[in-house]
């Protein structure tokens, strides 16, 4: 515990804080958003190494070698691609410096340090995660039963046996659009503007 609290004192340490929301542009994750999509941060912690930043759209990780060196490597998690699970915030204890905010986002584990005293903010990222990941498993669901329902509709048509192929063709492409539009529209949410509305509190 002692070298936490000396790495702290010395500035060594990677405890991350939440921006301001009117700070947002002056991180290095603004100048990769999608600003063309209307893509906005919703919300953003910074360590001495790292960039967390959550949009609308997606997590943005700038990530960091060192404190000391300034490459950067730009990663990015579209939420339409990357299922949230497993969110958990740790608290911390009497003489811990920092809380820590877990989550699993497609196969990639992040464990995020921050101060404790931004606690009451972080119960508001920890809230829209684990929301993000409650729709996106409903969405998953929602896939799911269209293919099902599509493989069923396509047995009813052979059964049916019909005579003229220019029909059944007919009939094959308006349940493929049908599909589609379920699949990659209906139950594949892409913006969780508001999700982050309802629980991000500036």
């Known amino acids: 515990m002692f070298k936490k609290f000396a790495a702290e004192a010395l500035g060594l340490s990677d405890i991350g804080i939440i921006v301001s929301q009117k700070d947002y542009d002056k991180v290095d994750a603004d100048d990769y958003l999608f600003h063309e999509d209307q893509e906005k941060i919703y919300f953003l912690i910074k360590s001495k190494k790292d960039e967390y930043c959550f949009t609308n759209l997606a997590l943005i990780h700038v990530d960091g070698e060192s404190a000391i060196s300034s490459k950067r490597v730009i990663k990015r998690y579209d939420y339409a691609q990357y299922a949230i699970n497993g969110v958990t915030i740790e608290t911390a204890g009497t003489i811990d410096l920092d809380i820590e905010l ?29 929301t993000i990941g409650k729709l996106q498993r409903k969405d998953e669901f929602g896939r799911s039963h269209a293919m099902s329902a599509a493989s069923v509709l396509g047995s009813m048509l052979k059964l049916n046996g019909a005579a003229d192929p220019a029909a ?6 308006s349940l493929l659009d049908e599909l589609n539009e379920a699949v990659l529209e209906r139950h594949m949410r892409k913006d969780f ?10």
């Open 168 to 173: 059944v063709g007919a009939h094959f492409r």
């Open 193 to 202: 503007s508001v999700v982050f509305e309802k629980y991000i509190h500036a």
């Open 102 to 130: 877990k989550f699993t986002i497609g196969d990639k584990l992040f464990s995020i340090d921050v101060r404790k005293d931004h606690l009451e903010q972080l119960k508001d990222i920890y809230k829209a995660l684990h």
